[in-house]
């Protein structure tokens, strides 16, 4: 098993939006990096939900693969924001897996925390210039935020 943290805006789509919808794709997402990450991403992973350029930013749950990578519907769609016009059906380039949520946590984990606590030293989120979407988590990283949100 894999971990992993999903960075979103929750004005874009939050974890109380994840916990509504039960499952969705986790579409959209443009970094060729983060797009190689989600395509590593198996059926049953574990990812953290963090939320970010928002107060307060940190992790505010947990989430499960439930479907391996696939084509993203929305890089063919002229009217989303997330087409991509140099992708085609028979040579896609931009994948999703589906989430499902799996818990809220009953207070964030800030990354503030994270920053400070020396257990968590290394993890990706708390680097400087780290901006990327999709990031994989050591395990001892993700059982120490769950234990402690």
């Given amino acids: 098993m894999n971990y992993w943290l999903l960075k979103t805006e929750p004005s874009a789509y939050s974890i109380d939006d994840l916990k509504r ?3 969705t794709a986790w579409e959209g997402v ?4 983060a797009r190689n990450f989600m395509q590593q991403m198996k059926k ?4 953290l ?5 928002t107060e307060p930013v940190g992790v505010f749950g947990v989430a499960k693969v439930t479907k391996e990578a696939y084509p993203d519907a929305s890089q063919f769609n002229k009217k989303d924001s997330h087409f991509d016009p140099k992708a085609t059906k028979e040579k ?4 999703c897996p589906d989430i499902t949520f799996v818990k809220k946590f009953k207070e964030p ?7 400070a606590d020396h ?16 990031q994989p988590v050591s395990e001892m990283h993700f059982t120490y935020i769950t234990k402690n949100a």
């Fill in 109 to 115: 984990f800030l990354l503030t925390h994270i920053k």
């Fill in 92 to 95: 896609p380039i931009w994948f």
């Fill in 49 to 53: 939900f963090y939320h970010s350029s």
């Fill in 21 to 23: 919808d039960k499952t």
């Fill in 119 to 134: 257990a968590l030293r290394g993890i990706m989120v708390a680097q400087q210039g780290s901006r990327l979407s999709v």
């Fill in 44 to 47: 049953g992973d574990l990812c």
């Fill in 30 to 33: 443009r970094n060729y990096q």
